[in-house]
């Protein structure tokens, strides 16, 4: 398994909150994002990174933020939580190189509930 | 918007083997199919991809149609193990950020 670590694995704040997930790997790879997964959506692109400083925005990147000042670590910010996004976050990497060109491997997830 | 139909939901014997159906009949010609599966609340798995020939794997077989509008999924031996959803996804190789998970198959294998 791809060396990827979420922490914290849970987490319970209120609204209005600040509050910031992080996502660690041991692999090296270039490309990092952050995702949602609710019921009846899949999972959705919130943000990438696409290299130390380097991030775009996804799918529904509203209300969230990202910074990369490492190649191993890529955190997501919530300025001010919502109960809107309450959901559970997973972290995946990948890489522009090598017989698994771009594949995607998926931390283990963060649980998150806003209150 | 996912670019893919697949069922909801689908049974399988254990031991059996599992064909797990996709639909993508927009598909373009640099874009590739992807599988993954999720077992559950744990993060998506990959599984397996593949342009216009068939692959496979230590995990799966894929089988693209000669119009690429479809493919199967198939796990040869299936394991109570597998039992997870599993997502086609289709995109273009080099597109980083255009994963579009849909909704999936429940695939249950049953003793």
């Known amino acids: 398994d791809a060396g990827i670590t979420q922490s914290p694995r849970h987490k319970v704040t209120e609204t209005g909150t600040p509050v910031t997930l992080r996502c660690h790997q041991t692999e090296n790879h270039r490309y990092m994002y952050w995702y949602r997964q609710d019921p009846g959506h899949g999972l959705r692109l919130i943000h990438y990174?696409?290299?130390?400083?380097?991030?775009d925005k996804g799918e529904v990147s509203d209300g969230y933020s990202v910074s990369r000042s490492k190649t191993e670590d890529f955190l997501l910010t919530l300025e001010s939580a919502t109960s809107s996004q309450t959901s559970v976050y997973f972290c995946?990497?990948?890489?522009?190189?090598?017989?698994?060109?771009?594949?995607?491997?998926f931390g283990p997830g963060t649980r998150l509930t806003v209150l | 918007d996912a670019k893919t139909t697949q069922p909801p939901s689908m049974d399988c014997a254990e031991g059996r083997a599992a064909n797990l159906p996709c639909n993508h009949s927009?598909?373009?010609?640099?874009?590739?199919v992807y599988w993954y599966r999720q077992i559950h609340s744990q993060g998506p798995q990959y599984i397996i991809h593949?342009?216009?020939n068939n692959e496979t794997n230590e995990m799966a077989s894929l089988i693209i149609t000669e119009d690429r509008k479809s493919s199967t999924l198939i796990l040869p031996h299936a394991t109570l193990r597998d039992t997870a959803v599993y997502y086609c996804?289709?995109?273009?190789?080099?597109?980083?950020?255009?994963?579009?998970f849909g909704a999936g198959t429940r695939l249950t294998v049953k003793p």
């Open positions: 996804i289709v995109r273009a190789r080099y597109n980083n950020n255009d994963m579009r």
């Open positions: 927009t598909i373009s010609g640099n874009e590739y």
């Open positions: 995946a990497i990948s890489d522009d190189s090598g017989s698994l060109y771009n594949e995607q491997f």
């Open positions: 990174s696409y290299g130390v400083k380097d991030t």
């Open positions: 593949g342009l216009k």
